[in-house]
């Protein structure tokens, strides 16, 4: 039987989105990209004044926060798109701002049991595949299928500085973006309440040097061995 649940973890721009919606496509399921409830709820708390550090405020802003993710509206290159309290926010949560503050956010354990409440809800229905930090340890760990995608920092800023440039955004240099994806791995791994780790059962793909089609591929093939 094919997995009904894929949990796709790993640290930041290390491709989790893009390998995740192929498969997702190629399978027929549900994607569901975990991290856009974090972003959206630093958004939010950025938007609205909150000081990043005031956690019961942050905490109690993501838990009266209403975060949905549809089919996109626009043909501007997302893969969805995010409204928070019904307003568009698809690349706002993509700012070098709420890059920087994201992961402080995460590491809020009232924030994390808000949003893993509603991911595991999602995650149980099945015909999905769920990205983010805690899928295969926290969120589902009862996943038959989890992955845990990796690749040299180096490397990963260098696909988000392409992604960012692609997009249009001249305000960050790959420095820029190397070093924020270093900061929020140190962050997610280093926090007490479901770090950034791969699950004791998670299979790990080093992507270094690998296309998404050549990634896909291995995933599709771990896929079909636990099928037969
Ligand atoms: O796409 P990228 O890898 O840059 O980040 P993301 O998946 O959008 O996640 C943004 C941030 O949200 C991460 O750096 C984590 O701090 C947090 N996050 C988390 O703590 N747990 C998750 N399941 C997903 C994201």
Redesign the pocket.
Known sequence: MQPSTIAI??????G??TIAAALATKLGYLYF???????AA?WAALDRGVAISDEAAVTQLTEALQIDVKPPSINDGRQYDVLCDGVDVTWE??SPE??AN??????YPGV?SA??AQ?RRIGLRGNVVM?????GT??LPEAPLKIYLDASAEE?ALR?YREVQARGDQSQTYEDILEN?KR??A??SG?TT?P?KAAADAIILNSTGLSIAEVVAQVEELIARRSA
């Open positions: 973890d790993g640290p930041a721009a290390s989790k989105s990209d975990t991290g856009v409830m974090y972003r630093t949560i993509r709420v890059d994201v992961s402080p956010v995460a590491v994390r949003l893993t991911q990205v983010g930090r805690d899928i926290v969120v990963r988000r994806v929020r791995d962050i997610d926090r479901a950034l």
